[in-house]
């Protein structure tokens, strides 16, 4: 039995056509992300930068632009991911959704930047409804559909290495939209960059219709009550049956709470704070060098596993996080060459971190059950995080400003200082998930022994197929445990993956 387990052990291959996929669709996604979650609140903040004519709604329109969009985006999630369960596809919310989500990308064209003080809350109205129609498009798309195809589609072996490569696309979306920014944003060319940015969310829908195919044996949820069914990760019974996904879900929600009180002040806060105008390339040194450090510990995750770098990882978070801080009581000669250092460790490990907890999180769900807990997935990662971090960036903000000087709407130092404090915290959750590990991937890894492997012969996409159908039985319940939670009106959750 050893020998065996030992075999399935290994990472089972994807095949290129997955991988293409789910790169492509990954990173414009984020790209798209990367407009909502810093560009529209950049954008909101350049409009409102005047700290003596518009007081505290500098800080305001970012604070309800990011808590009503990450309401729209749980809300959207719920619903969504249990209708895609229900429809037992993925493929045509993408599609769709893609389409739609860069045609509202658009609509921030329509802004005015020219406005009185008296017109100011209307501003703020227009920001925080285009905000969230976006979001919902998105969240359609990516948080619901895209999660739930990438669930589909992995195993034990691989979701490691996956969604650690997963977690790198937002800071190389990052620097794609700072390049596009330079010759459009940065110029004052709001219009053309909202277009130029929707543009490319809409040609990615157009090419999902050809490229993406959802993943063989996705289990149909056929129960008629389809309401019933949408909130089904929120019953207590689903709950109880499962609790170590919610314990691995609070700590994502805890690191999630670090990023959010500082990353939609960060381009501001570079900018501004530290006074680099020329923010690209230590931005893009930071992302890049994250992006390699978090791509090298995908490798080590699922090669040594993922248990082993939690408790390190958040202490190297915490580390860089509180260097950042720090830089408020050095000479602003050191600014620049402390930002590639704290801010590639800070951000590196926060990828890593969370890339990881996303794969122990996937792990942990039910087969068949994949869209209807991205809504319980968005509450701990989205709705919590972009409530609580902005509302401690906005506490910290309002006490730092003076309505005199104008330059108190610069964020400041201290924000990275409650970051580290939150981090810190993840530890708590964490040493139970680290607990779990073992359990976990070797209750998974039993289920792989008696499947047999890929034919290696084959043409790329009937292998990709076959290797499809292993990651779907791989994952796969008990006839009765599947039969129990398909057709159950019943509260009893499947706990299947918890021991």
Request: aromatic share 12%.
């Amino acid at each position: 039995m050893e020998n065996s387990v030992a075999v399935a052990a290994k990472s089972t291959p994807l095949g290129g056509k997955i991988w293409t996929n789910a790169l492509l669709f990954g990173l414009i996604g984020q790209i798209a992300w990367v407009v909502e979650n810093m560009y529209f609140a950049t954008f909101a903040q350049k409009l409102f930068e005047d700290g003596a004519k518009f007081g505290n709604m500098y800080y305001t329109a970012t604070t309800l632009m990011v808590i009503f969009s990450a309401i729209t985006a749980t809300v959207t999630t719920i619903f969504m991911g249990g209708l895609c369960d229900k429809a037992g596809k993925r493929k045509p919310f993408i599609t769709i959704g893609y389409l739609f989500w860069g045609a509202t990308i658009m609509l921030f064209a329509a802004i005015p930047i020219d406005f009185n003080t008296s017109e100011g809350s209307l501003i703020i109205a227009l920001l925080v409804i285009f905000d969230c129609i976006m979001t919902f498009a998105g969240s359609t798309a990516n948080d619901a559909a895209f999660n739930a195809w990438v669930a589909d589609v992995t195993d034990v072996t691989n979701r490691g290495k996956v969604n650690t490569i997963l977690s790198i696309m937002p800071v190389i979306a990052t620097v794609v939209t700072i390049v596009i920014a330079m010759f459009t944003f940065d110029k004052g060319d709001y219009t053309m960059f909202f277009i130029v940015l929707g543009i490319i969310p809409m040609v990615t829908g157009v090419l999902s219709a050809f490229m993406l195919k959802d993943a063989p044996g996705i289990v149909k949820n056929t129960n008629p009550n389809y309401f019933k069914e949408t909130f089904y990760g929120f019953r207590p019974s689903v709950i109880k049956g499962n609790k170590m996904m919610y314990v691995c879900l609070s700590a994502l929600c805890l690191i999630g709470i670090a990023q959010q009180t500082f990353m939609s002040y960060l381009i501001s806060f570079v900018t501004m704070t530290l006074g680099i105008t020329d923010y690209l390339v230590p931005l893009a040194v930071v992302i890049v060098l994250s992006a390699a450090i978090t791509g090298g510990m995908g490798v080590l995750f699922d090669k040594f596993g993922r248990k082993n770098f939690y408790i390190p990882l958040v202490v190297v978070i915490v580390l860089g996080t509180l260097l950042v801080y720090l830089m408020e009581f050095m000479p602003q000669s050191a600014y620049e060459p402390v930002l590639y250092v704290g801010g590639t460790v800070m951000l590196g490990s926060m990828l890593c971190v969370a890339g990881a907890l996303t794969a122990a999180f996937q792990d942990y769900i039910p087969k068949g059950f994949e869209g209807r807990f991205q809504g319980v997935r968005m509450c701990f990662t989205v709705l919590i995080p972009m409530i609580i971090g902005p509302i401690i960036s906005l506490i910290i903000g309002i006490n730092s400003f003076d309505s005199k000087d104008a330059s108190a709407t610069h964020p400041p130092f201290s924000i990275f200082l409650a970051a580290a404090i939150v981090a810190l915290l993840a530890v708590i959750p964490i040493i139970f998930v680290r607990k779990d590990a073992d359990r976990l991937r070797s209750s998974l890894l039993a289920k792989t022994v008696s499947q047999p492997e890929p034919n290696d012969g084959a043409e790329d996409g009937c292998q990709e197929c076959a290797e499809e159908t292993v990651h779907t039985s791989e994952k796969s319940l008990s006839a009765q445990e599947v039969q129990t939670t398909e057709v159950s009106e019943t509260d009893d959750a499947p706990a299947g993956k918890e021991g």
